[in-house]
């Protein structure tokens, strides 16, 4: 299927691995300019000839953390305009409710609530202007259903969609549409680095631990992130301009549900 959006321009943050490249790996398949982010200036420089390389499309590498001001506006300056941006981030560590105090929480609410409204606040004013945006929120499906190790992710990721969900109501008359994607159990070295923390927990080994969660899941499996990026590339295409702030679960099923 042809996207639709050959040429445009879009920022994808915290791209260079996992959810985040393979989001960019997919626009750019689908012809599009990318600015990649990431903290670490070699991963990202790597990421970025390999998408290059692999599609010929236009990619921008900015190394700085999202999270802050600064990071923020060095991506704006390299792609001031963009018609797609693609909001993520690291997700908070793992722990316990009573582990958390207010630093905890003031860094996962800055990492993945504020850091997202504010990009998104930065670039859809351009977008209106020009009559088409889409923003895609990588969230995850500890909102639908809250992960107990995860109370940073599940707390700081709702405000997060309560944002959207208003947000994109009002903006989708001007052509800026917004919707999250909501990532269960997916192969990147975030789920590595849980399996680990939930291994060091039970006592059994990594390997074991994910041989146990693939096992919970109705496909058997995690998800692969190439799967992951082209849903996101479907969401940022022409074809969703109907599809406003929407939370779509990518979890091979584990959510238990009839509907919704
Ligand atoms: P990942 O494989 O660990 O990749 C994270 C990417 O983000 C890397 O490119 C990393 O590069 C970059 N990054 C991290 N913090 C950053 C920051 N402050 N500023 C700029 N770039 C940053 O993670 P992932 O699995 O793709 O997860 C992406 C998001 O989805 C996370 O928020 C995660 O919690 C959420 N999620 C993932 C899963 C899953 O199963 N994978 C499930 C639910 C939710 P640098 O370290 O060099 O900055």
Redesign the pocket.
Known sequence: MDLGIKGKRAIV?????????ACAMKLAEAGVNLTL????QE??EQTAEEIRRATGVEVKAVA????TEE?RAAILAAEPAPDILVN????PPPGVWSDWGEAEWGSAIK??MLTPILLATAVMPGMIERGWGRVVS?T??SVKSPIPQLGL?NGARAGLTGFVAGTARQVAKHGVIMNNLL????E????DALMNAIAAKEGITAAEAKKRSHAANPTGRFGFPEEFGAACAFLCSQHVGFMVGQNILLDGGAFNSTMG
């Not at 993520?88 to 997700?91: H, K, P, Q, S």
């Not at 990147?188 to 789920?191: E, G, H, M, S, W």
């Open positions: 943050c915290a791209s260079s691995k996992g959810l985040g490249r982010n990431a903290r670490t991963t990202l700085a953390d999202v999270t990071g993520n981030a690291g997700g990492g993945n990588i995850s499906g992710s990532p269960g159990s997916h990147t070295d975030r789920i």
